[in-house]
């Protein structure tokens, strides 16, 4: 049989690891995790991580492997996948993938764009900008320079809008001339399932989430992680609206509720980006487990002929 990757993607909440363990289950094969912020041993609940139950339900791979103190990009991420991909692909012939990082998804399905290269001083120049006129500026900025990276990338992550930046700055192109060329050719094949649902659904799950988070403790987990702030991997959702709050510039209802809002609004990122791919099943959250196992054996089945 050839060898297939089965990616389920789709926005915040929506159901994507109970689906992949379930998969996994039975398939009797593993996953590998595609969450950048899942990566980080110390972001446990703010990330909705698969819980002790859930990550021995099933062998996962890339969950709370790295530090935030570590420097790990989608680059290193991509490497590190396809030698894992290898590995399991020796021993099973379907491993499942699941995640809410498109980038990341992208990278190992398809390869990484390449860009030319530029002037580390832009970068710098950047950074000093981000620190001194905080990140709308250069959200403003690449608006003016690249209207559709500004529509696509995650626009509150520092890292990517300075990325696409520097790009747009030291290349005098858009940087989303960049994207979408020619892609490589994979060993394996891959079926990719997206999960969604009205967003009136979806919404009501992330605030349900957040409530959640906040029984189990995110509130303690953030403030074990106070004195590093500062690091890019804690310039995200649930963690950057917390700070705010133990640093007492906001209330604590006001702060959740930023965290819904902010999460809300990754949720249709997510969804804009996932949709972009034509080769995408789409199936709504509560679709029965048989009728999604029906597609993807009918679709091994063609694909194997």
């Known amino acids: ?94 491993v499942i993938m699941v995640g809410g990082s498109g980038l990341y998804v992208d990278a190992v399905i398809y390869g990484l764009d390449r860009f030319p290269e530029v002037d580390s001083n832009i970068r710098l120049s950047l950074n000093k900008q981000l620190e001194t ?60 399932i997206g999960l969604t649902a009205e967003r009136e659904v979806i919404y009501n799950r992330i605030n349900q989430r957040v409530d959640l988070m906040v029984q189990h403790g995110l509130i303690d987990e953030v403030k074990t ?16 609206e917390v700070f705010k709050y133990l640093e007492g510039d906001w209330s604590l209802d006001f702060a959740l509720s930023e965290i819904k809002k902010n999460s809300r609004r990754f949720a249709k990122r997510q969804l804009t980006w996932f949709r972009k791919k034509e080769d995408t099943m789409w199936f709504d959250f509560e679709t029965p487990l048989d009728i999604i196992i029906d597609y993807i054996n009918s679709t091994l089945k063609n694909k194997s002929n």
């Open 133 to 192: 006129e905080g990140l709308e500026t250069l959200q403003k900025k690449l608006k003016a320079l690249d209207p559709e990276s500004y529509k696509n990338i995650a626009i509150d992550n520092p890292q990517r809008v300075i990325r696409a930046l520097e790009i747009c700055m030291g290349s005098g192109k858009p940087y989303s001339s960049f994207l979408n060329k020619e892609k490589v050719q994979r060993p394996f094949k891959t079926i990719t």
């Open 1 to 94: 049989m050839e060898k297939c990757l089965i990616a389920i993607v789709g926005p915040t909440a929506i159901g994507k690891t109970a689906l992949s363990i379930k998969l996994a289950n039975y398939f009797r094969t593993e996953i590998v995790s595609a969450d950048s912020r899942q990566f980080f041993k110390e972001m446990q609940i703010g990330t909705a991580a698969p819980t002790p139950t859930e990550l021995a339900a099933a062998t996962h791979h890339f969950i709370h492997h790295k530090s935030i103190e570590d420097q790990y990009n989608v680059g290193a991420f991509e490497k590190d996948a396809l030698e894992v991909l290898e590995q399991l692909f020796n021993i099973h012939d379907v």
């Open 225 to 240: 992680l106070q004195d590093k702030q500062h690091l890019n991997a804690l310039n995200t959702v649930g963690y950057k």
